[in-house]
T-cell receptor, first 110, second 112 residues
Framework: GENVEQHPSTLSVQEGDSAVIKCTYSDSASNYFPWYKQELGKRPQLIIDIRSNVGEKKDQRIAVTLNKTAKHFSLHITETQPEDSAVYFCAPSNDYKLSFGAGTTVTVRA | NAGVTQTPKFQVLKTGQSMTLQCAQD?????MSWYRQDPGMGLRLIHY???????DQGEVPNGYNVSRSTTEDFPLRLLSAAPSQTSVYFC???????????FGPGTRLTVT
């Protein structure tokens, strides 16, 4: 099965600074690369995704970059705000089956 | 549209009891799946279905059964509950052309 590693496991940033989370995967057949945000007690929410034929995608303060050769993709959050505090998961997918990383707990300090 | 709904929201079982977690979606999605999330971890795929009458195992299928008699419903059965099955269970559906998975609100299950 897919082996997914996420780094770092925790991240504390000052409000207004940037945050970067890296996800490494093993299955070269993976073709869909989403990032989910999960707040305590809630369901995972898709915040951004990218397909294998695209190298970068941006949506306001959030961006995802993909390096298929090296089998990793990263989440970039700029101008962080307190509401960005949550657990973030990468979940590379092959044939619609998501393989979740262990998560990164992001804390934005005011 | 209600999206993906799950019942119950909370459940406590004793070891050895059986029960069914319900999942329904009204988006006419062919693909549905069940995940479990243990504390401090990511979600893990239990079973999935690519359409009515078709199911397959995911990463952690032992102790669970599924069936898919209609497009809308995808119930998950715990055959004989064990404390190791204490977890939060999420159902999801997907429109294959769009890739995005829609998650239900989850069922928090405790087995004592």
């Amino acid at each position: 099965g897919e082996n997914v590693e996420q780094h770092p496991s925790t991240l504390s940033v000052q409000e207004g600074d940037s945050a970067v989370i890296k996800c490494t995967y093993s299955d070269s057949a993976s073709n869909y690369f989403p990032w989910y945000k999960q707040e305590l007690g809630k369901r995972p929410q898709l915040i951004i995704d990218i397909r294998s034929n695209v190298g970068e995608k941006k949506d306001q303060r959030i961006a995802v970059t993909l390096n298929k050769t090296a089998k990793h993709f990263s989440l970039h959050i700029t101008e962080t705000q307190p509401e960005d505090s949550a657990v973030y998961f990468c979940a590379p997918s092959n044939d619609y089956k998501l393989s979740f990383g262990a998560g990164t707990t992001v804390t934005v300090r005011a | 549209n209600a999206g993906v709904t799950q019942t119950p929201k909370f459940q406590v079982l004793k070891t050895g009891q059986s029960m069914t977690l319900q999942c329904a979606q009204d988006m006419n999605h062919e693909y549905m799946s069940w995940y479990r999330q243990d504390p401090g971890m990511g979600l893990r795929l239990i079973h999935y279905s690519v359409g009515a009458g078709i199911t397959d195992q995911g990463e952690v299928p032992n102790g669970y059964n599924v069936s898919r008699s209609t497009t809308e419903d995808f119930p998950l059965r715990l055959l004989s509950a064990a404390p190791s099955q204490t977890s939060v269970y999420f159902c999801a559906s997907i429109n294959p052309g769009a890739y995005e998975q829609y998650f239900g609100p989850g069922t928090r299950l405790t087995v004592t």
